[in-house]
């Protein structure tokens, strides 16, 4: 699959991937810090963005693309950094492909599986009638019944856009991420670690990584990894401190 992606800078190549939801708009303005100093690739996974819509949606078909992308790219001695389930996607990357990567850096999320939490935007995705709302504000108003938060409606939002007839629609494909949720949150394995070095950013309001209980499976499958906490910052945590994480972020790449 070819996916849709936008590049910026010079030098080394540094990949970013975004979460469950996302788009590589999420990352321009970080992504345009680090291309002072590499050559970002900000990417839409499959079913996300402008990227190309499947009813196949998995961690391994992810994987696949992101392959079909490196060499396509004919990148070598690449960095990734992957967010939630774009961190997964790096994960998973780095397992089965370690000669291709020469660092990685999870923002978030661990290999472990995770239990359903995302009804509540499900819920709200297909609360909005597309074919009803005359603007954003009307979007907006429709899902804050289901989302409460503002934060997180103006990342959803960001998925709403114009079609040619004037009409809203999704850029994500809504039926694909639902009708295979479960997969995304599964876990992450491989009986080869990854042995390159490895960090794990996590938010210190966020629960998707609990260092005394995640650790063990971190260091299994990716010894050379240490996890570093962003103080004031939840899951979203590039988005709540963008100059620690990317403080923290280019002291692991210059190492």
């Given at each position: 699959?070819?996916?849709?992606?936008?590049?910026?800078?010079?030098?080394?190549?540094?990949?970013?991937?975004?979460?469950?939801?996302?788009?590589?708009?999420?990352?321009?303005?970080?992504?345009?810090?680090?291309?002072?100093?590499?050559?970002?690739?900000?990417?839409?996974?499959?079913?996300?963005?402008?990227?190309?819509?499947?009813?196949?949606?998995?961690?391994?078909?992810?994987?696949?693309?992101?392959?079909?992308?490196?060499?396509?790219?004919?990148?070598?001695?690449?960095?990734?950094?992957?967010?939630?389930?774009?961190?997964?996607?790096?994960?998973?990357?780095?397992?089965?492909?370690?000669e291709k990567l020469a660092k990685l850096l999870v923002a978030d999320i661990a290999p472990k599986a995770y239990p359903p939490h995302h009804?509540?935007?499900?819920?709200?995705?297909?609360?909005?009638?597309?074919?009803?709302?005359?603007?954003?504000?009307?979007?907006?108003?429709?899902?804050?019944?289901?989302?409460?938060?503002?934060?997180?409606?103006m990342f959803l939002l960001k998925n709403l856009y114009r079609t040619e007839d004037n009409t809203f629609a999704w850029r994500l494909n809504?039926?694909?991420?639902?009708?295979?949720?479960?997969?995304?949150?599964?876990?992450?394995?491989?009986?080869?670690?990854?042995t390159k070095p490895t960090l794990f950013l996590r938010g210190a309001n966020s629960r998707y990584i609990k260092p005394d209980q995640d650790?063990?499976?971190?260091?299994?499958?990716?010894?050379?990894?240490?996890?570093?906490?962003?103080?004031?910052?939840?899951?979203?945590?590039?988005?709540?401190?963008?100059?620690?994480?990317?403080?923290?972020?280019?002291?692991?790449?210059?190492?």
């Amino acid at each position: 699959m070819e996916l849709n992606y936008k590049v910026l800078g010079e030098g080394q190549p540094l990949l970013i991937l975004h979460g469950l939801f996302g788009t590589l708009d999420n990352w321009q303005t970080l992504g345009k810090e680090f291309s002072k100093t590499y050559q970002v690739y900000l990417i839409d996974l499959r079913n996300h963005g402008r990227s190309p819509h499947s009813s196949e949606f998995s961690y391994q078909l992810m994987t696949d693309d992101l392959l079909e992308f490196l060499e396509q790219h004919q990148l070598q001695d690449a960095m990734i950094i992957g967010h939630s389930m774009g961190g997964k996607v790096a994960m998973n990357f780095a397992l089965q492909h370690p000669e291709k990567l020469a660092k990685l850096l999870v923002a978030d999320i661990a290999p472990k599986a995770y239990p359903p939490h995302h009804d509540e935007i499900i819920a709200g995705f297909r609360s909005i009638d597309l074919n009803s709302i005359q603007n954003r504000q009307a979007a907006d108003d429709q899902l804050a019944q289901k989302v409460p938060d503002f934060g997180t409606r103006m990342f959803l939002l960001k998925n709403l856009y114009r079609t040619e007839d004037n009409t809203f629609a999704w850029r994500l494909n809504l039926d694909s991420i639902e009708q295979n949720l479960e997969q995304i949150l599964g876990n992450i394995e491989s009986e080869t670690p990854f042995t390159k070095p490895t960090l794990f950013l996590r938010g210190a309001n966020s629960r998707y990584i609990k260092p005394d209980q995640d650790l063990p499976q971190i260091q299994s499958l990716f010894p050379n990894a240490r996890v570093e906490t962003i103080e004031n910052a939840g899951h979203w945590l590039h988005a709540e401190q963008p100059q620690e994480f990317y403080r923290l972020t280019m002291d692991f790449l210059q190492s």
